[in-house]
């Protein structure tokens, strides 16, 4: 019962705070979220087994659908298409959390109202804001026009564009899996929502489908769909949900034993975006994966982006690794470095953040290679090297917070004790 009730909780906490903090810094957010990481951290250390009781996910939902109307909501929706956007929310919430409280009976349904309200939340967030004045989704449509054109995405000038102005801060891929949804339907957005999507149906087949828990696989899909800040999300084009899905889909593929066909999703991952490389040398550690597919991983990941080294390798070297390092903070990150940055006027060096980075990366890499535990517990624990790193990093915003619940989603997807581990011959194969 404990267990249970901190897991709803930290979520909620997590999630709360998170919404609340949208363009502002507040100390508390960053004393909340640090909190949830150290629950996070003792739960792994402690390796407590943490139920997901029928009431857990339908209070949670309605919790979080309360939170969502309660909390100041940053979006840039107005009048009746931010009424409308929070009435698909309260609604579909609503629906999500009933069906859910009658059961694995009403888990298929409640699973597909979760799909349907995601699916609603974002016609109505695309058509409502057609342009949002956010640097992410006016580097993601240009980008995807370039690329239309034959042309390179590190070597364009971003028109009006509210913050970066003259670099694509993103490894290609990021760009090559949003940029269908410009092609086809005229904004990236579509294309997120579809992996949005993808998402939500890896978390259904990480707990077993209709044959499987399928109640605990609802559940989790319908937290994360009502999470507070979904609508924050959806509206400012943030491309976790890309990332989320990769990752949840290499953890499908490893759980039914295909861990080298896992290879491809966690390559797509890895060069869609640059901090993910701070969770390979934990996958490295871990027998059912391996070294072997590991360093496959990363070598398909190269291959996929060697196209834009070789068109111009010094504007890519810039755009994803230099000017990053020496990008200015932004003021409303709720990190510990713009907490010292913000209230002391202290500059935090990189040796300081990066030792801080490190030593969660070695914690996890040494846990895991001494117990080479289940893929539940993998999980977890990549979700706490990105936590402590979004603590510590120049820029940590709701994107990437959220990108930490999903894999702790993913987690509960699995289950507390999973039934159906990787088989012996793939974890000493890698």
Known sequence: MVPAVLLAAGWLGWFGVLQWSVVRFRLP?????TA?????????????EVPLPRWLAPGVVVVSVAVTVLVPLFSYLRGGWRTAALGVLVVGGLAVAGLLAGGRRLAPAAFAAALVTHATLAVVTVLGDRAP???????LQQAADATARGENMYTQQWRDSPGVQDFFPYLPWMSMLTAPGRWLAGDV???????????????????G???GDAARGAAVAGMLVLAPGTLTQVDQAWTEPVLAALLVWWAVL????????????LALACASKQHLALLAPVLLVWRPFGWRRTLAAGGLAGVLMTPWVLADPAAFLEDTVTTLLAFHPIRFANTWY???????????????????????????CWAVWRRQPGLAEVLRWLALVLAVANLVNKQAFYNQYWLVAALVAASLAVGPLSRREPATAAATAG
């Open 338 to 364: 713009l907490y010292f940055l913000n209230e002391h006027g202290v500059t935090l060096p990189f040796a300081v953040t990066g030792l801080v980075m490190l030593g969660a990366v070695a914690g996890a």
């Open 189 to 207: 957005r579509w294309m997120l929502a579809v992996w949005s999507l993808v998402l939500l149906a890896g978390l259904w087949a990480l707990a």
């Open 36 to 48: 949830c990481t150290a629950l996070l951290a003792v739960w792994l250390v402690r390796r407590v």
């Open 209 to 211: 489908g209709r044959r």
């Open 133 to 139: 004045r956010i640097d992410v989704w006016v580097v």
């Open 254 to 265: 490893v759980r039914r034993d295909h861990a080298w066909w896992a290879v491809v999703p």
């Open 29 to 33: 957010i960053v004393l909340t979220l």
